[in-house]
C-alpha cells in the first residue's frame, strides 16, 4: 500500500512549456486534490475531485486543467507554464465519508 | 467554513509539552476541528480531529472549549521531530467538497 504517489519529485521548465505532474493513490479513494504551497503560505486548493469523470475548480484554478478518468489517477497539466507557477505542489485523497486527507510527498516545480 | 486564528510561531523544550492554540470563534454547530502538520518540505500529515468532546491518539490530544470557539492541541513529550508548522482547519464533515482550507499555520520549533 503505496498511498499517494506523485511523480516528478522535482521539475524545472522554460515559460511557456507544458507538463503534467501525475498523481496515484491505491486506496481506492473517491475523492483528490491538487493544492499549491508557495514558500512561507499555506496550501491553496487548485482542483479537486469527487470521484471518477468528475471534476471542480478550487481557489487558484487558473493555468491547470485535470482530468479523473480512473479513480486511481489524478493528473495536473499546465498548458504553458508561467514563472508565477513556481511552487511545490501535493496532491491529495480521502475515502468517501471520511473528511481526513492523506498527501503525497510533493512535486517541486520551477519555472525559468 | 469558519476562520481560524493561530500565533505564527511558537518555542518548546524538548520533552515537555507543547501546547498549540487554535480560535474558530465563528465555528458553526456542524463543523469539525482539525489539526494536521507539516514537517519541512513533506506533505501534510493528519494528527487529530473533533467536534465537541475532548479527544486523544498517539499523537495528540485535542481540547475543544464548552462553547466551541477554541481548542488546544497538546503533544504530551514534545521531541526534535515534532518541529514542524501545525494548522488548525474547521470543516464542515457534510460537505461534499474536499476543500479544507490550510492557513498559515503556527511553526513549531522544539529546541533541545
Known amino acids: 500500500n503505496a498511498g499517494v504517489t506523485q511523480t516528478p519529485k522535482f521539475q524545472v521548465l522554460k515559460t511557456g512549456q507544458s507538463m503534467t505532474l501525475q498523481c496515484a493513490q491505491d486506496m481506492n479513494h473517491e475523492y483528490m486534490s491538487w493544492y499549491r504551497q508557495d514558500p512561507g503560505m499555506g496550501l491553496r486548493l487548485i482542483h479537486y475531485?469527487?470521484?471518477?469523470?468528475?471534476?471542480d475548480q478550487g481557489e487558484v484554478p487558473n493555468g491547470y486543467n485535470v482530468s479523473r478518468s480512473t479513480t486511481e489517477d489524478f493528473p495536473l497539466r499546465l498548458l504553458s507554464a508561467a514563472p508565477s507557477q513556481t511552487s511545490v505542489y501535493f496532491c491529495?485523497?480521502?475515502?468517501?465519508?471520511?473528511?481526513?486527507?492523506?498527501f503525497g510527498a510533493g512535486s517541486r516545480l520551477t519555472v525559468l | 467554513d469558519a476562520k481560524t486564528t493561530q500565533p505564527p510561531s511558537m518555542d518548546c523544550a524538548e520533552g515537555r509539552a507543547a501546547n498549540l492554540p487554535c480560535n474558530h470563534s465563528?465555528?458553526?454547530?456542524?463543523?469539525?476541528v482539525y489539526w494536521y502538520r507539516q514537517i519541512h518540505s513533506q506533505g501534510p500529515q493528519y494528527i487529530i480531529h473533533g467536534l465537541k468532546n475532548n479527544e486523544t491518539n498517539e499523537m495528540a490530544s485535542l481540547i475543544i472549549t464548552e462553547d466551541r470557539k477554541s481548542s488546544t492541541l497538546i503533544l504530551p513529550h514534545a521531541t526534535l521531530r515534532d518541529t514542524a508548522v501545525y494548522y488548525c482547519?474547521?470543516?464542515?464533515?457534510?460537505?461534499?467538497?474536499?476543500?479544507?482550507?490550510f492557513g498559515g499555520g503556527t511553526r513549531l520549533m522544539v529546541k533541545p
Open positions: 491529495a485523497s480521502r475515502a468517501s465519508g471520511a473528511n481526513v486527507l492523506t
Open positions: 482547519i474547521v470543516r464542515d464533515t457534510n460537505n461534499a467538497g474536499n476543500m479544507l482550507t
Open positions: 465563528t465555528i458553526s454547530g456542524n463543523e469539525y
Open positions: 475531485s469527487v470521484g471518477a469523470g468528475i471534476t
